[in-house]
Structure formats: C-alpha cells, structure tokens
C-alpha cells in the first residue's frame, strides 16, 4: 500500500468510524435516529468507501476492495458501541458489518468513477 493509498485510508475510516459513533451515541438518546440505524449505518458506510475509492488512486479491483475494508470496519466499530450500550444485539455484528462491507465496496467503485471523470475533465 503506498502512501497516497495509506492516507486515503486512514482518511475515510476515521471519518466513517466518527460518523457511525456519532450516529449510535445520537440514537441511544434518540429512538427516531436508531430507527434509521441499518440505512444510515449503511450510507455511512457508502459514503466512507467512496472517499477512498476518490481518493486512493487504485485501479477497479482495490478501490471496491479498500471500500470494502473501509465501509465494514467504520460499521463494526460503531456497532461494538451500540451492543455495549444495550442498544443493539450482539448478532447484529455480523450481518451489520457485512452489509455495511457491501455498501462500502458499492461507495468504492463509485468514488473511483467519480475520481475518473474528475480526471477526464481536468
């Protein structure tokens, strides 16, 4: 990995990990906001793989798979959170991170598009 792929990483999961503890620690006080926990959890997690795929310089295959790692480890953190607030069950670890994985590696190929036509205009 080098350093331009690195720093894209660092970058999104440390935005998609605050984004998804924010929302978790919003919705333990809010039951309106942890009704949206799966399709927030989920857009985070989109969001967070398509600033790495935009801004990591990878071909296809790492930008859906970095959006990947990013998207499922933002949600798995913010996950832990809500298990150990009582808020969620523990199951929900494994089939949150998953899709959460999956929206990731979709937000991936997404921002690696974008990052293609950004360049094509340039």
């Excluded at 660092?10 to 926990?37: D, E, R, W």
């Amino acid at each position: 990995m080098d350093r331009q792929e690195s720093r894209a990483m660092g970058v999104a999961l440390g935005t998609g990990t605050g984004l998804q503890v924010a929302m978790v620690l919003a919705g333990h006080f809010s039951p309106t906001i942890a009704g949206l926990f799966a399709v927030a959890g989920m857009l985070i997690s989109m969001l967070a793989g398509g600033m790495y795929g935009e801004r990591s310089g990878t071909p296809r295959g790492r930008a859906i798979g970095g959006g990947a790692v990013v998207g499922g480890l933002c949600a798995l953190i913010g996950i832990l959170v809500s298990v150990a607030l009582g808020d969620v069950p523990p199951s929900v670890l494994l089939f949150g991170t998953v899709s959460s994985a999956l929206t990731g590696a979709i937000g991936g190929w997404v921002g690696m598009v974008l990052r293609g036509r950004r360049s094509a205009l340039a």
